[in-house]
């Protein structure tokens, strides 16, 4: 396994935007499906010791996906995403708001736009995150970091299973 692998974490205050880019040893269409099938994301996407729980996930232009973080005490954070583009293997973009149970969106959420591309069984992965709002970046922003990092360890690790 290469040690060596890119990963990028920066942050534009001025234009409210997180850049994140992220390589893993592992094929193109195996990293496009660990980022849109729920199967696989349920696996990942939620830091230790939260477990992620997808309530339902239409992966398509205009579909979304409703999934909650669990708290190791049953607490259910949700969250609600809609695709707005997707080109198949190369790019897929949504928009991600935090929700009640009932799938009531806060006011304020994020666009994210995922880029993929392979070279010699390497596939990186770019994301670029834009916040509505400046205030709610700041107040996610440490613990969004520390989160997103353990959660793409956490996918390293399974594709590795996978491989």
Known sequence: MKTDLLFDFRVDKTSKKIFIIREFEATLPLVWNAFTMPELLDQWVAPAPYTAKTKYMNFEVGGKRFYAMVS?????????????????MTNFK???????????????????????SEANGITKVSITI??????????????????????????????????
């Open 72 to 88: 190791p005490d049953g607490k259910e954070s949700w969250v609600l995403q809609k695709y707005t583009s997707i080109t198949p």
């Open 94 to 116: 949504l928009f991600n708001a935090f929700a009640d149970k009932d799938e009531n969106p806060q006011p304020a959420g994020s666009d994210w736009d995922f880029n993929f």
């Open 130 to 163: 834009y916040n509505e709002s400046f205030e709610r970046m700041e107040s996610l922003l440490d613990g969004f970091k520390e989160g997103y990092t353990a959660t793409l360890k956490s996918l390293e690790e399974l594709l590795a299973r996978l491989s």
